[in-house]
């Protein structure tokens, strides 16, 4: 039986995958309710996120100060909205939307007579994104709550997808992919950020929630994860960006990981050049 919506099943009831997803809202809620740290730690500071945001991602600081404070918690692994530019009156479909950063960025630039759909499974999330889309004013910005494995999209509805740092989140990459090509139309395009692996894990980080919470246990090999976007019939793949997430962000491992890897021996140097954050294009041929 399906869980009602806001409702987080005891893990001990789930099989592995699911069990998993349910650790990751739970965390996720908690990021979004302020009981949990986000992404900042003791290198990336946390009093000024929108600056990180800037200069470490590449967003543009003028299009972020603009919006509400709340929706930037610095969970992204990338800036994927200049690169999709959307166009006025287009529908954009965001993926794992969180408090609404890339959603109401895609609003400004899609503007009434276009749409943007937000779909994230954390409740807490949901609301938060709500009353920021409401305090800038966009009432062409909604979201709906959903997993990514199965969109609540009308199938070729969209024009554009993007997402941050969220695919890797989930156990079945398969079907988010597959999801993509169903919801877009003919021709549509998406442009994501996201962690890819470029070398195997230590089983340490490998096996931890908190890891893949943190958006690196979750991710596919490079050359999986590709494969698997190109056999949900998506092509056209340019990448855009490529660096080194855990060089570059350090501070956005959990502080309780850092500690668990040290306990085993692990550095947070062992991970360098292992975990990519990459952001690409691809289509849905005509």
Not at 47 to 57: E, G, M, N, R, W
């Amino acid at each position: 039986m399906k869980p009602a919506p806001g409702h987080t099943p005891n893990p001990a009831t789930l099989p592995p995958a699911e069990e998993t997803v349910a650790k990751v809202r739970e965390r996720y809620a908690g990021i979004a309710t302020g009981t949990m740290p986000s992404c900042c730690g003791t290198v990336v500071p946390c009093d000024d996120i929108k600056t990180v945001s800037a200069d470490l991602l590449g967003y543009d600081a003028a299009e972020i100060a603009a919006l509400p404070a709340d929706a930037d918690l610095g969970l992204g692994c990338g800036a994927p909205i200049a690169r999709l530019a959307p166009a006025p009156g287009e529908t954009v479909l965001d993926l794992g939307s969180g408090p609404g950063l890339d959603a109401l960025l895609a609003g400004r630039r899609v503007g009434p007579t276009g749409r943007v759909i937000g779909v994230d499974m954390t409740p807490a999330m949901l609301e938060r994104a709500r009353a920021n889309a409401a305090a800038a004013g966009l009432g062409w910005v909604e979201f709906r709550e959903g997993r990514l494995e199965a969109l609540p999209v009308a199938d070729a509805s969209v024009d554009a997808v993007t997402s941050n740092c969220v695919i890797n989140l989930v156990p079945d990459k398969e079907a988010v992919f597959r999801e993509i090509a169903r919801v877009l139309r003919p021709g549509g395009r998406l442009v994501v950020s996201d962690i890819v692996l470029d070398g195997a894990l230590p089983p340490v980080v490998a096996q931890d929630i908190l890891a893949w919470a943190g958006c690196i246990a979750g991710a596919a090999p490079r050359a999986r994860y590709f494969a698997m976007l190109t056999a949900a019939g998506l092509g056209d793949v340019r990448l855009f960006g490529d660096f080194d997430y855990i060089s570059k962000l350090e501070g956005s491992l959990p502080e309780e990981l850092v500690e668990r890897m040290a306990a085993a021996g692990v550095k947070v140097e062992d991970l360098a050049g292992k975990v990519r954050s990459v952001t690409y294009e691809a289509r849905r041929p005509r």
